[in-house]
């Protein structure tokens, strides 16, 4: 199985630091360089019956500026052409209008959406259960899956359910 994913959040929501745990140091911390490459692979997950290929996906936040309007058509078409998105969200932070732009730029896609909760070790179960019921009706997610990316909790099941939808 193979196939392109497509990890989108705000910043600091952990993007990076779960590429580095799934693909390595080296290759994510590359990645992190500013460049203006779009549609750029951000790594390959490589095993014996699975290959994942991680894709970078700029310009999909709330446009500052009128390129980033143009940045945002292209972020739009990448959203159509991948396999599977991560929509990644903070856990120890509310909804921010941050979240409710990608939330609509993701009604204009047919590809399924996987909502990421990250940084659960930093919150209680209570405070997880709550996010889930707020987030759930925001959109139809195909699943929603609470890891932490720092300590690796529950990164090897989001990696299954990945493979499940290549
Ligand atoms: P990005 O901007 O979405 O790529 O976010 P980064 O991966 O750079 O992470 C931003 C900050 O959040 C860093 O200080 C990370 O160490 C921290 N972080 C990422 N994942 C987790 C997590 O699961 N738990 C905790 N406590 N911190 C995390
Ligand atoms: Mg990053």
């Known amino acids: 199985k193979s196939g392109f994913v497509s990890i989108i959040g705000r910043p600091n929501v952990g993007k990076s630091t779960f590429l580095n745990r799934v693909i390595g140091q ?16 951000q790594g390959v997950y490589t095993e014996d019956q699975a290959q994942i290929v991680f894709i970078d996906t700029p310009g999909i936040h709330k446009p500052k500026h009128k390129l980033g309007d143009f940045m945002m058509k292209v972020a739009q078409n990448t959203l159509k052409e991948v396999d599977l998105i991560l929509f990644m969200i903070n856990a ?73 939808r290549l």
């Open 26 to 41: 080296k290759i994510a911390i590359m990645s992190d360089k500013p460049q203006t490459t779009r549609n750029k692979i």
């Open 92 to 164: 120890t932070e509310g909804l921010g209008r941050g979240d409710e732009f990608i939330i609509e730029r993701l009604k204009d896609t047919k590809t399924p959406v996987f909502l990421v909760i990250n940084k659960i070790d930093e919150i209680h179960p209570d405070e997880l259960f709550s996010i889930i019921t707020n987030y759930k009706d925001l959109y139809p997610f195909a699943e929603i899956v609470p890891i932490s990316a720092l300590q690796g909790n529950n990164v090897e099941r989001l990696l299954d359910q990945i493979k499940q």
